[in-house]
């Protein structure tokens, strides 16, 4: 799919997949809207890009209204034709019933799968009805939705049951999607990454690296941000790509 003269939307444009996927975005020629609740970074961005092929919009992903002044920021510059997916959230890190006996909060489990799942249902079905009314293609697309989850939604470890359940939730929307949307020549695909540093890791990469890199097996290292929004953006360009979850992990499966 060419994205010049189109729009894109990158849902947590601020972190560290979602800012590598903007700039991969903007140079594939898209103008990209940045959505994220980090305002100064997300800002910060925008202005660095510039105002003709960036723009910030403060967006909350447990709001109608919010999800859907993202979008039409997005409409208003050109055709939306992408929007990935790649916001973050709470993940509390705690077993189901702790060593006292007490039972982890179901609210707590809830509130992560509202941001983590639903969030990703409501861009997703709100981003597609926009592309939906998009003149299609040459090819019969309309846009592409690229969902995030992780490989954590295949072997969820110890103390993820909320984010494990949440991204496996993304997981079985994708073929879903996928099949709801084909008729509006609309494409979803999900990526699950494995262990990538990014920023959210609070300490520098070379501390990262060693802590976590030797438990890789190839390459023996954690992945880079751009390593995933390189593979967003070959999503986008192939249009046979549709309705699967491509695992970005370097064979790197969770144990126990």
């Known amino acids: 799919m060419d994205l010049n003269g189109a729009s894109a939307l990158v ?5 560290g997949f979602g800012e590598a996927t903007v700039r991969r975005l903007v140079t594939a020629g898209a103008k990209v809207v940045i959505a994220d609740m980090a305002v100064d970074k997300g800002q910060k961005l925008a202005d660095e890009l510039g105002s003709d092929v960036a723009t910030f919009v403060a967006t909350d992903v447990t709001s109608d209204e919010s999800v859907d002044a993202a979008i039409k920021a997005a409409t208003d510059l050109a055709p939306l034709r992408a929007t ?96 709801d949307l084909a008729p509006s020549g609309v494409r979803v695909m999900c990526i699950a990454p494995g262990t990538f540093f990014t920023p959210a890791y609070g300490m520098e990469e070379e501390e990262a690296q060693a802590k976590w890199g030797p438990g890789v097996p190839n390459p023996k290292r954690m992945g880079h941000a751009d390593e995933y929004a390189n593979l967003a953006l070959q999503i986008v360009d192939n249009d046979y790509l549709n309705g699967t979850t491509i695992r970005i992990d370097a064979a790197l499966r969770f144990n126990i």
């Open 11 to 15: 849902v947590g444009g601020a972190g």
């Open 84 to 179: 990935v997916v790649v916001h973050g959230g709470p993940a509390a890190g705690k077993r189901m019933v702790n060593r006292k006996g007490e039972a982890y909060s179901a609210a707590i489990f809830a509130r992560t799968v509202d941001v983590f799942l639903t969030g990703t249902f409501r861009v997703t079905s709100k981003a597609a009805a926009a592309m939906s009314q998009n003149e299609p293609l040459d090819s019969g697309q309309r846009g592409v939705v690229i969902t995030t989850a992780s490989i954590a939604g295949f072997e969820g470890q110890v103390g993820q049951s909320d984010y494990s359940a949440a991204k496996g939730g993304v997981i079985g929307l994708t073929l879903t999607a996928a099949r």
